[in-house]
């Protein structure tokens, strides 16, 4: 049986050959910089080369191979979207970046970690809230407990 | 030699590989954490402990994890680790019917035989290979590194392609930074935060930890199966019955598993097919919950840990993507894993051999208790886990460098990782990438120079000596072999000689 083409990897793949497009292009710039196999950009450049006929394979001989649903445009961006950040995922990933933001802009680990992990296991878990609460202490104590005061680990 | 008897001498050495196994055991049998993570993240705190005490933890929890995985597979039907895949085959069923501590029992003897004659075979194998290993040129290096990404990049993989661009990736990610040799900057963009190159730690928080978290929210709202788990000690004879198969599958383990790039996942499967090859009449068909069908891959994954250290400790390649992240952290505390390792830290080779032959002792009291624990754990949400798992990843990618860049790094490789995995694009590669990228270019580099400098100029050395060298050249056909074999002409051509064959 035939593999369907998942909603937006041929996106992915055309994504990464504009990287890896770039990437070459950046490595013949060092290599012009210092020419000779022994130049910095020597390497870069071969990966690079490695990298591009992967994707040339992966967009022209493995993806023509699979199934793919006729769609309309915004149709393939919004299916593309769906499946690579379902409504959950999404939301989740933005979480963690609004904790990332908070340890970076000084409100603390113990202020933003608690917060993080309860409004993070609410929104998985909703209708838990009291359980919830009650994970989210038991685990601030034990990564005290363990990281700090154990291993002395510096927490962020 | 004296080594042998530190964890004796120094009892937190003893408590070290205990808790190790303990961990290990218990974060494997978690569906979705697995023992790569729990490594990765243990690097990041111990790397200001003393080397013995970081080995003892990291090597306790690799075996401990390899073991780990099979709780889940069993009384889920879910592999808590790739390892365990196997083992849910035969596992399972055998849950079904309502065998589940049979079925617990059986693959913790067997891990442990199965470690047991891995250790042995790590303390007999690796010192040969060392001495051989000497007379490596800086092209055997380079080929052998290729060779390590080119198997874990095609082995496994749906897609080889997929394979060799990740650890493609993995070895330019691993260029960012200062040029060794020149000192001009690569890739940087003019940041002095990139200048010393991406942490590989924190890379490996982010591609294994954040990543699998992130993935894990998809079965969030999956419901939980409860499971009643009574006798789990099996009896004399189920052991004494299957020791042939056990050996077999052990020894296939610890080919596999030093194979570079290989690892227990696929030593597990090769062992299973091969049981069922070999094993003519099983009590109960394969797949309907066979012993069989847990004996071979439980001892080949748990043999394939001493079999994976052979080539990290002689080599300095690693064998799969734990010993990936344990070479990260022999990194860091300075020493250099490969032939020299022997002659210039004996010490250290002979502890981490005793610390695998104690841990599987610890693997057999703990692996023999604690079934109620295990089914509690396996049962944990996916909804509490996955903030859990952020939340010591950051701790983690912060503690290295006490640098909160860092910690976005961590975030962007682990969504970077997650859409990798939703189309199918595997990330071992792409760690063991990283972690190899600057023995590359430094034999590169050799190579290239050892050709400057020669009137014969690179044709005439670099490759010349791909052909002269018996060393080189076995390398050069493993790697075009494990590309041939991988390729569509060769599977049409096995498929046509195994049809012929069933005429």
Redo the contacts between chains.
């Keep these: 049986m035939k593999e369907s083409l998942?909603p937006?990897?041929r996106a992915?793949?055309l994504f990464?050959l504009a990287l890896t497009l770039w990437?070459i292009s950046?490595a013949v710039k060092?290599c012009l910089?210092?020419p000779?196999?022994?130049s910095?950009?020597?390497?870069?450049l071969g990966?690079?080369i490695?990298?591009l006929i992967?994707?040339l394979?992966?967009i022209f001989v493995?993806d023509l191979k699979k199934i793919s649903e006729k769609r309309t445009m915004s149709k393939t961006v919004l299916d593309a979207i769906a499946?690579?950040f379902?409504k959950?995922?999404a939301i989740?990933?933005g979480m963690?970046?609004i904790?990332?933001i908070a340890?970076?802009f000084g409100i603390g680990f113990m202020i933003s970690?608690p917060i993080?992990?309860f409004v993070?296991?609410c929104y998985?878990?909703p209708h838990e809230n009291t359980k919830?609460a009650l994970?989210t202490v038991i685990?601030v104590v034990a990564?005290y407990v363990i990281?700090k005061l154990i291993?002395k680990?510096?927490?962020? | 030699m004296e080594y042998l008897l530190l964890p004796f001498q120094q009892p937190v050495l003893l408590l070290l590989i205990a808790v190790g196994v303990f961990v290990g055991i218990y974060v494997a049998a978690i569906p979705g954490l697995t023992g790569t993570m729990a490594v990765s993240l243990l690097v990041s705190f111990t790397y200001g402990w003393n080397v013995n005490a970081a080995i003892a933890l990291m090597i306790g929890i690799f075996n401990g994890a390899s073991y780990g995985g099979s709780r889940s597979a069993i009384l889920l039907n879910i592999p808590g680790a790739p390892a365990a895949v196997a083992t849910a085959l035969d596992g399972y069923p055998l849950a079904q019917k309502g065998e589940a501590g049979k079925a617990m029992g059986v693959s913790t003897i067997q891990s442990v035989f199965g470690g047991l004659i891995g250790t042995v075979a790590l303390v007999l194998c690796a010192p040969l290979i060392s001495k051989f290993a000497l007379k490596f040129a800086a092209r055997d290096y380079l080929l052998l590194a290729f060779m390590g990404l080119m198997l874990v990049g095609s082995l496994g993989n749906r897609s080889i392609a997929k394979g060799i661009f990740s650890a493609a990736l993995g070895v330019l990610l691993g260029c960012v930074g200062m040029d060794v040799m020149t000192g001009l900057q690569r890739f940087t963009f003019g940041n002095t935060y990139l200048m010393p190159g991406i942490n590989s730690v924190v890379a490996m928080l982010g591609l294994f930890g954040a990543s699998e978290a992130i993935l894990q929210i998809r079965t969030k709202d999956l419901p939980i199966i409860k499971q009643k788990v009574d006798k789990i000690i099996p009896n004399l004879e189920t052991v004494k019955k299957h020791l042939r198969l056990t050996i077999q599958s052990s020894f296939i383990g610890v080919l596999i598993g030093a194979l570079p790039g290989a690892g227990g996942s696929i030593a597990a499967l090769i062992a299973y097919d091969q049981a069922k090859r070999t094993v003519k009449k099983p009590e109960v068909p394969f797949g309907e919950g066979a012993i069989e069908g847990l004996v071979a891959p439980e001892s080949a994954n748990n043999a394939a840990v001493g079999g994976a250290l052979i080539p990290m400790l002689t080599l300095g390649i690693p064998g799969d993507a734990v010993t990936a992240v344990i070479l990260g952290a022999l990194f860091i505390h300075g020493l250099q894993p490969g032939p020299t390792l022997m002659a210039t830290t004996p010490g250290l080779f002979y502890l981490i051999c005793i610390c695998l032959g104690i841990s599987n002792i610890f693997l057999l009291v703990f692996g023999l208790t604690g079934i109620k624990i295990t089914t509690k754990l396996v049962e944990i949400p996916r909804g509490r886990l996955v903030p859990m798992i952020i939340v010591l990843s950051v701790i983690g990618s912060y503690a290295l460098n006490k640098n909160l860049y860092d910690v976005f790094w961590m975030g962007g490789f682990g969504i970077l990782a997650y859409i990798m995995k939703r189309y199918d694009y595997p990330i071992a590669p792409a760690v063991l990438g990283i972690i190899l990228s600057s023995m590359i270019e430094k034999n590169y580099k050799m190579v290239v120079i050892l050709a400057e400098t020669n009137p014969a100029g690179f044709m005439g050395t670099f490759v010349a000596g791909l052909f002269t060298s018996p060393i080189s050249l076995v390398l050069l056909f493993i790697i075009i072999f494990s590309f041939v074999v991988q390729s569509r002409w060769y599977k049409e051509w096995q498929n046509k000689r195994d049809k012929k064959r069933q005429m």
Aim: one cysteine or more.
């Design positions: 998942k937006g990897e992915f793949s990464l990437e950046e060092m910089k210092k000779g196999l022994s910095y950009g020597a390497l870069p990966l690079g490695i990298m992967c994707l394979k992966i493995e499946f690579a379902p959950d995922i989740f990933i963690m970046l904790y990332f340890l970076l970690t993080f992990l993070s296991m998985m878990m919830n994970f685990l990564i990281f291993f680990v510096t927490l962020p």
